[in-house]
């Protein structure tokens, strides 16, 4: 039996797009070459060409802890005017059902030592270095509240840690952690020069598996609904030091690995522990962190530009 679902996804060329091409390649991806999500006409031309009955939205503008630092008015502008566009085209083309992500730097910068969960989403402010960012994702998150209710749709959002995995952002400069590390570990390599690292490395951070963000959305999108969002978080999390010396060994690198105190490294402790995922998804089972750092690894060496050049300039 053919359905008669439609799934747009927005952000198809991101991260998480690319892994839920790999599995939902039937879906309608939607990139910045279909449209400009910061535009509301272009963005209910999209809706109404493609005609969804399910809307998967990714599309953001982002980045890694020095262009968040440098670009925040920006990111909170951007962010803000994306979700308000995609949510509005949505609703007015009777869309009953959208999932949209926020993200671990949305909830507060002080907790006190304490885990967060859902219920700390809107205490406190989020971190500086990123307040733009993460205040827009708040407010997607109350925007979806209060359109779901108002306009009785199934609308929800989930809260995932750090997503890595193929297809990362690979710039050292502008890419979230594990794909900076793993970008600048290469690079070390091929100069014969020391694995530089921002910060002391204490930082304390959670990473999520792109491919495992991809099947709880797809099964999120049958299965939740709820007006809360639910912390998607693997486990307690790792040390910078501890991730960085992982993707060392796994890289095969044997020069020093040095640690940058003089540069950020964002709050020092950042864990999210969620109340609601075992119940919501209680059979789903996460890759062990070594596993999906080896298979990111091989796609980067596989795969990137910047691996390639490092090829050819060795």
């Known amino acids: 039996m053919i359905s008669s679902k439609r799934l747009l996804v927005t952000g198809a060329n991101g991260l998480l ?27 209910k031309r999209i809706i109404r060409k493609i005609q969804p009955t399910e809307i998967i939205h990714l599309a953001a503008e982002t980045g890694g802890v020095k262009s968040n630092a440098e670009k925040n008015a920006d990111y909170l502008a951007a ?28 909830f507060c910068a002080d907790g006190n030592g304490k885990d967060l969960t859902e219920d700390d989403l809107h205490k406190g402010l989020p971190y500086e270095g990123n307040l733009g960012y993460g205040y827009a994702k708040r ?45 600048k570990c290469r690079q070390a390599e091929v100069r014969e020069e ?12 959670q990473f999520i598996y792109s491919p495992d963000m991809a099947r709880l959305l797809l099964e999120a999108l049958k299965n939740y609904n709820g007006p809360q969002t639910v912390i998607i978080a693997p486990d307690a999390g790792i040390t910078i030091k501890e991730l960085a010396e992982q993707i060392a060994e796994l890289m095969n690198f044997t020069g020093p690995v040095v640690f940058d105190a003089a540069k950020p490294q964002g709050q020092l402790r950042k864990v999210l522990q969620s109340r609601k995922f075992s119940s919501c998804f209680p059979k789903f089972r996460f890759t062990p962190i070594k596993d999906a750092l080896t298979a990111t690894i091989e796609w980067f060496l596989m795969n990137s530009k910047i691996a390639e050049n490092d090829r050819v300039v060795k």
């Open 17 to 43: 797009g690319y892994a839920l091409r790999q599995i939902k390649p039937e879906a309608c991806f939607v990139s910045r070459q279909d449209g400009d999500l910061t535009n509301f006409d272009q963005t």
């Open 139 to 183: 407010a997607l998150d109350i925007h979806i509240r209060l359109i779901a209710r108002q306009y009785g749709l199934s609308y929800n959002t989930l809260s995932p840690v750090t997503i890595f995995g193929p297809n990362d952002n690979w710039d050292p400069q502008t890419g979230h952690v594990v794909a900076a590390l793993i970008a």
């Open 194 to 205: 020391p694995l530089i690292v921002w910060g002391t490395g204490e930082a304390r951070r």
């Open 79 to 106: 962010n803000l005017q994306i979700n308000t566009n995609i949510l509005a085209a949505a609703a007015q083309a009777g869309v009953k059902r959208l999932i949209a992500l926020l993200c671990s730097c949305a």
